[in-house]
């Protein structure tokens, strides 16, 4: 319930329109609605005398063309569009949103609406019975988030449990679904934000609340969860497609010591052919944890490192921490103490904090000069032939100040909308990442980028993939990787993993073996582990875990050919590449507590093995399907639960009947090369289809139409193939059916 401190917006006093936007003059404040879309608007509300400038670092898209809209007024004001009608009442104000037939979706909780106490600005919600909570980026906990309390504050946690209300990405993001009604609120307010989804006695409300700030959220009506999730991306952006050698499988450790060590652990995949096409340099490259720097002794010639490693058919990522040490001999923090690049302290001075360097001094990345001054120092690590930056540390993580980041009143740009870290703290990774990426690009204008970040902000996705930070080798860890990744994809992030293996702790044989199954299905599959824990390259356990570990890095990659479609799925469509069972089969009410298993694009059902000592597991099969056991091809009815069998080398993966599944020979990296023959995995069902895609896999010209989609049809044991787009040569001399029905 409110507290008495509560003081809501009160009666309309006046109200006018102009054009698509409606503006509400009120007893404690100011109301503003915008029609963007048929089945978007947008809402302000402030205190203050008129609105702050309008400007978001997550909104991509700015400009929205005129939509048809009947606003009348009597009694109450309503907004009619083809998807919405918004009802607003005027004394207080209220606004209730519901689809043109009328069903109500949501709309503000009567007693108290949209309001403020202190500095927080609020937002009550109707909350009704049977509505499921999904998105809110990437957190830990429950699948679906209804009756939970979750926080958006960037933290740097590697202790973080099931129980954790924040960690290292912040994504306002909520989506709401019932049978026959489903939303999305975007709540765009950088400060510390609150959701209680319904954690309040009477379950008759959820509550939005921001420490500071205007309210300024987003709805999206959609007739499904597809809709409202391409809505949010409407507004906020795609991802790019990425280089194709990142959905290889990534091999990193807390830290490869030097480069005879980088060495060894190469010439150890291509001995033991499993499969690898990216080798991490964790902070032990670094002279003294100095960014873009080497160590002279450890790492004495890193181009010929990389060349030997390239012609291995390895890349090389490097991990970058926006702390800069605070060392006038180095150049990096001379040229931007020169240049004012470092965020200083309120009474003036440089800000200094402690991370890996010792005592830091930090870029301001909310300001566009110290962006565009970040970006060309990587031009150094290109140079010698990094193929890829890891941004690390960018909550921001600054040990030594309270709360383990930088106190709260440090000034920042914020793109000239000069303001405190109170406001900037959930965007400063976001805009490390975007420096990274814009630099990247000028450097390289036709080559994708490849960058990975920690922390985020909601827009992430057109900068930078995200994986999940610091998890630990636990058994629970490999579990909630599950839900945490699926709701990150359904927050507009689909490129996304976590450390497969753990970060924190030892692994274990039985582990490593089920995560790396597991991690194989997941956007991106990277190993990971901490400094001092126990060695976790797939040959760590011996040959019995090597063997799996193989297995499935190797299916991976015969797999490729369906990923890339997913990617470029995600980037034509913003449709996530994992994706919960309700994504596919919405009609299946069962699908929507399913948090241990997912679907791998439309197709693939992978029910991951996620306790020792399993040997088998139910799996649920959606309805409206039929399903093949991928490894018996025994064809199951769905709307069930099955027991798969799952000893050590097997996870129970189910493929949709109906799938024409595009695969490769097995391939140690994916490197440049074209493929040549793909197998055609066909799974029969009443409608047999799929589809590849394919363009040059680096470069941007897929942008300007050069990629082809071939489109493949079976029946009665005959294939046909369509191309419908035809802009880049197809590699394809081959394609090698093989049929599953037998
Ligand atoms: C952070 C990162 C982790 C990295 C470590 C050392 O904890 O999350 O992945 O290995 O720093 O750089």
């Not at 297995?551 to 990923?563: A, G, K, N, W």
């Not at 590699?731 to 029905?741: E, P």
Request: net charge positive; proline share 6%; hydrophobic share 35%.
């Amino acid at each position: 319930m409110a507290s008495s401190q509560f003081q809501s917006v009160g009666a309309i006093k006046t109200w006018h329109k102009s054009g698509n936007v409606l503006d509400f003059d009120c007893e404690h404040g100011r109301v503003r609605v915008a029609i963007l879309r048929d089945g978007i608007m947008r809402v302000r509300a402030t205190r203050a005398r008129d609105f702050g400038p309008d400007f978001s670092y997550a909104v991509a898209k700015t400009k929205w063309p005129k939509v048809k809209a009947a606003i009348r007024s009597g009694k109450v004001v309503t907004i009619r569009t083809k998807k919405l009608l918004v009802t607003i009442t005027k004394a207080p104000l209220r606004i209730e949103f519901a689809r043109a037939d009328g069903t109500v979706l949501n709309s503000d909780e009567r007693a108290h609406g949209m309001g403020w106490e202190g500095k927080k600005c609020r937002s009550y919600r109707q909350l009704v019975a049977d509505e499921m909570f999904f998105g809110c980026g990437e957190k830990t906990g429950q699948f679906n988030k209804r009756g939970s309390k979750t926080v958006f504050w960037n933290t740097d946690d590697p202790n973080h449990t099931y129980l954790s209300e924040a960690i290292y990405v912040s994504i306002p993001f909520l989506i709401s679904t019932r049978p026959g009604a489903h939303y999305g609120i975007f709540w765009d307010n950088t400060h510390r934000t609150q959701f209680n989804l319904g954690q309040v006695a009477d379950e008759k409300h959820y509550i939005l609340e921001s420490d500071a700030g205007e309210i300024d959220y987003y709805f999206f009506a959609g007739d499904s969860v597809r809709e409202v999730v391409r809505g949010y991306a409407r507004l906020t952006g795609r991802m790019w497609m990425p280089p194709q050698w990142a959905l290889g499988y990534q091999q990193c450790r807390w830290s490869y010591m030097s480069a005879a060590e980088i060495m060894d652990v190469a010439r150890n995949f291509r001995k033991r052919k499993i499969p690898c096409d990216v080798i991490y340099c964790d902070i032990d490259y670094m002279d003294g944890y100095r960014v873009f720097t080497w160590n002279p002794k450890t790492f004495p010639k890193p181009r010929k490192m990389i060349q030997d490693l390239g012609r291995m058919g390895f890349k090389l990522v490097t991990i970058i921490d926006p702390g800069v040490k605070n060392d006038n001999k180095y150049a990096v923090c001379r040229d931007g103490r020169e240049k004012g690049m470092f965020l200083k302290k309120p009474e003036g001075g440089w800000f200094t904090g402690n991370v890996w360097p010792g005592e830091c001094v930090f870029p301001d990345f909310t300001n566009p000069r110290v962006r565009e001054w970040w970006g060309p120092w990587h031009k150094k690590l290109l140079d010698v032939g990094v193929a890829g930056i890891w941004n690390d540390m960018n909550e921001p993580a600054v040990w030594n100040h309270p709360g383990g980041t930088m106190p709260l009143d440090i000034p920042h740009d914020y793109d000239g909308h000069p303001t405190t870290h109170e406001r900037t703290h959930n965007v400063y990774g976001f805009n490390m990442a975007r420096a990274c990426h814009e630099g990247l690009r000028a450097l390289r204008p036709n080559q994708r980028p490849f960058a990975i970040t920690r922390s985020a902000y909601a827009g992430i996705q057109r900068y930078s993939m995200v994986w999940t930070g610091d998890n630990q080798s636990l058994w629970e860890q490999l579990a909630v990787s599950i839900p945490e990744c699926l709701n990150l994809s359904l927050s507009g992030v689909p490129f996304c993993g976590s450390d497969v293996g753990g970060f924190g702790g030892n692994c274990t044989g039985e582990l490593l073996a089920r995560w790396t199954q597991a991690g194989a299905f997941f956007p991106f599959f990277r190993n990971h582990t901490a400094l001092h824990t126990r060695r976790q390259e797939p040959w760590a356990f011996g040959r019995k875990v090597e063997n799996v570990c193989r297995r499935y890095i190797s299916l991976r990659y015969q797999l490729l050919p369906y990923f890339y479609n997913l990617f470029h799925e995600a980037t034509a469509n913003a449709t996530p590449i994992m994706r919960p069972l309700f994504w596919e089969f919405p009609n299946d009410p069962h699908g929507y507590a399913v948090d241990d298993q997912f679907l791998l694009g439309a197709s693939l059902l992978v029910a991951p093995i996620l306790k020792p000592g399993a040997r088998q597991r139910a799996v649920y099969l959606p309805d409206a399907s039929d399903w093949y056991d991928y490894w018996t091809k025994q064809k199951h009815t769905g709307g069930q639960y099955v027991t798969a069998p799952a000893p050590l080398d097997t996870l129970p993966l189910f493929v949709r009947a109906g799938s024409i599944i595009p695969m490769t020979k097995p391939m140690e990296f994916i490197g440049r090369k074209s493929i040549g023959e793909i197998i055609l995995d066909i799974y029969p069902g009443t409608k047999t289809t799929g589809y590849l895609y394919e363009d040059d896999g680096e470069s941007f010209d897929y942008e300007r139409g050069a990629y082809t989609l071939t489109h493949f049809a079976w029946a009665n044991g005959k294939l046909k193939t369509d191309k419908q787009k035809t802009g880049y040569k197809s590699a394809v001399k081959k394609y090698r059916v093989r049929d599953n029905s037998a």
